[in-house]
């Protein structure tokens, strides 16, 4: 009943920039919380960024200061924007979402499908 789906993957320079975003849809009373991780070969998933419905953010060591989360509650929507991008933050990004469904008091963690970002030379 709800889906994510992350748009914004790129082939992109060291250096470089790029803004990923992920909407919402289906049968959704409210979104908890909204946030990335990502997934490169090799290593373990990292949640990289997270913001609240009350507008509270945090991010993973590694990309504080270059990566800044934003959500637009209306649109159900939230972005990603990426400065300064190091060859590290190859990956498979990945939206999440923590959801209460119209029909339910309790809340449900969902995913998108994932987006590749690359970044060399």
């Known amino acids: 009943q709800v889906q994510l789906v992350e748009s914004g993957g790129a082939l992109v320079q060291p250096g470089g920039s790029l803004r990923l975003s992920c909407a919402a849809s289906?049968?959704?009373?409210?979104?908890?919380?909204m946030g990335w991780y990502r997934q490169a070969p090799g290593k373990q998933r990292e949640v990289v960024a997270g913001?609240?419905?009350?507008?509270?953010?945090n991010y993973a060591d590694s990309v504080t200061g270059r990566f800044t989360i934003s959500r637009d509650n209306a649109k159900k929507t939230v972005y990603l924007q990426m400065t300064s991008l190091k060859p590290e933050d190859t990956a498979v990004y990945y939206c999440?979402?923590?959801?209460?469904?119209?029909?339910?008091?309790?809340?449900?963690?969902?995913w998108g499908q994932g987006t590749q970002v690359t970044v060399s030379s």
């Open positions: 999440f979402a923590n959801v209460r469904g119209g029909t339910a008091w309790y809340r449900v963690d969902y």
């Open positions: 289906g049968s959704i009373f409210s979104i908890y919380v």
């Open positions: 913001a609240t419905s009350g507008g509270s953010t």
